[in-house]
């Protein structure tokens, strides 16, 4: 199974609203990340985490707020967002120790379509 | 630095017909891990394979393959007899070995494929 539940889908919000997307991986997988992709564009990191602490963060702006409360849980908090921050946001997990032959490979959920308002 | 480069913006062929995807990258570190990539309109991004810079074995799987050539820097993904189905985007991504900190995916701008029936 190397499946990474995004929720939710879609997502429309306005520039004053509190929102969060969720991430959640059972493959046992210690690092995940956030990205954000434009339309047509390949995806950009946003953030990594290593066992449950921060260790990239690709110098977002603080409106994007991340949070790992546990090695299966990913959330990406919104607050005041700007038009410009309309992307499909893409959580991605992978092992972090080599056990086998999936060391390394990220797995992607389907993506949290957002639009700001 | 890295870099990946996939030339090719959108490719247009018709069903059964074999395509070639290219893929370029650049990279100062010694070792390396390649990656293809597919994401359909859905949005989700399917891993396809991952390579070692030190294997440079051709794969096959099913109506894959891929031609990795370390000394032109290229890691190209054929798909033979093409379907429909396979109508997508496809990125080419290289991240180095190392701990998690450093295994951020850089893509390529990627390929559109349209197979037509």
């Known amino acids: 199974d190397t499946e990474v539940t995004q929720t939710p889908k879609h997502l429309v919000m306005g520039m004053t609203n509190k929102k969060s997307l969720k991430c959640e991986q059972h493959?046992?997988?210690?690092?995940m990340y956030w990205y954000k992709q434009k339309a047509k564009k390949p995806p950009e990191l946003m953030f990594v985490?290593?066992?449950?602490?921060?260790?990239i963060n690709e110098s977002v702006p603080s409106r994007f707020s991340p949070e790992c409360p546990n090695s299966s849980l990913l959330n990406l908090h919104l607050h005041a967002l700007q038009p410009e921050d309309s992307a499909l946001y893409l959580c991605a997990s992978s092992q972090d120790q080599d056990r086998g032959l999936t060391k390394n490979i990220q797995y992607f959920g389907a993506g949290t379509r957002l639009s700001v308002l | 630095a890295q870099k990946v480069t996939q030339a090719q913006t959108e490719i247009s062929v018709v069903e059964k017909e074999d395509v070639t995807l290219d893929c370029v990258y650049e990279t100062r570190d010694t070792t390396y891990y390649l990656f293809w990539y597919k994401q359909p309109p859905s949005g989700e991004l399917v891993f396809l394979i991952r390579r070692n810079s030190f294997d440079e074995q051709n794969e096959i799987s099913g109506r894959y393959s891929w031609n990795f050539q370390k000394s032109t820097s290229s890691f190209n993904f054929t798909i033979t007899a093409s379907q429909v189905v396979d109508s997508a985007v496809y990125f080419c991504?290289?991240?180095?070995?190392?701990?998690?900190?450093?295994?951020?995916?850089?893509f390529g701008s990627g390929t559109r494929l349209q197979v037509q029936p």
């Open positions: 493959m046992g997988h210690r690092a």
């Open positions: 985490y290593s066992y449950e602490k921060l260790s």
């Open positions: 991504a290289l991240s180095p070995l190392g701990d998690t900190g450093r295994r951020a995916l850089t």
